[in-house]
């Protein structure tokens, strides 16, 4: 768990408490078990809104397959939820994000708690999330994109082998036939990435299902949303922070 130690943006609100938390589900395609590829934003988020975070070690194949990853993620927030006191965390202040696959697992773990009651996050904040996993193809309008259509085959026919299952909402939650109850969502989209299709919908499916909805599509970058201008980046990550700390504080 990495903690603040100096004052962010929302520190003030909980320099004499227990501290909020935001976990975080790293990307890589449900491949790589990395969770420090994401620290750069880890310690952003610390840093700007003084909150807790959980970068979370999850299960990837082919060890594991689905749906071990976006379990872990529900037990996890689950946790916190009850136990949270015992670590310095409100319980009742946490945020749920992550980026690409990540995304993929945190916008599960939302479903799954919001049908399990076992946690009520303030807040779901997914950066170019995977959430259709049910097609092998994504149209983009990218000639070189960075994800392709033989590494889309790879995850999907690693993790998520069962292909009967690859349909079911915690699989590919864009497939969810019911989005309400969820927590107010930020949904960062990019240009030119082959998954913004199924983002685009989510944020649409969300929106009309009742739920708050900021739709970030950032022209121009590919999958790889914050390698783009410094300036550009920066701005980006401190808007996807304030996102989390002002749902955390609030």
């Excluded at 995850?155 to 969820?182: C, K």
């Amino acid at each position: 768990m990495h903690r603040p130690r100096s004052t962010g943006r929302h520190a003030a609100d909980t320099l004499d408490a227990r501290l909020p938390a935001y976990v975080h589900l790293h990307g890589g395609g449900f491949l790589m078990r990395y969770p420090q590829m994401d620290d750069f934003f880890v310690h952003h988020v610390v840093a700007r809104t003084g909150a807790a975070v959980v970068n979370v070690d999850y299960g990837v194949a082919p060890r594991h397959r689905y749906p071990v990853a976006q379990e872990q993620a529900h037990d996890v927030v689950a946790w916190l939820a009850e136990h949270g006191a015992e670590e310095g965390v409100d319980g009742t202040r946490i945020a749920v994000g992550g980026f690409s696959a990540g995304g993929n697992v945190a916008a599960s773990a939302c479903l799954q708690l919001r049908d399990s009651g076992a946690a009520t996050p303030r807040f779901q904040l997914l950066t170019v999330p995977s959430l259709d996993i049910t097609t092998m193809h994504k149209p983009t309008s990218n000639p070189r994109p960075m994800i392709d259509a033989r590494l889309l085959r790879l995850v999907r026919s690693t993790y998520f082998r069962d292909e009967s299952r690859r349909s079911e909402p915690y699989a590919s939650p864009v497939r969810s036939d019911d989005l309400h109850g969820l927590p107010p969502t930020m949904i960062v989209t990019a240009g030119l990435d082959a998954l913004r299709a199924e983002g685009d919908a989510y944020a649409a499916q969300l929106a009309e299902a009742g739920v708050p909805v900021e739709h970030v599509m950032v022209p121009g970058r590919d999958h790889y949303v914050l390698d783009g201008p410094v300036d550009d980046a920066r701005a980006l990550m401190d808007r996807m922070a304030d996102a989390v700390g002002d749902h955390l504080v609030a």
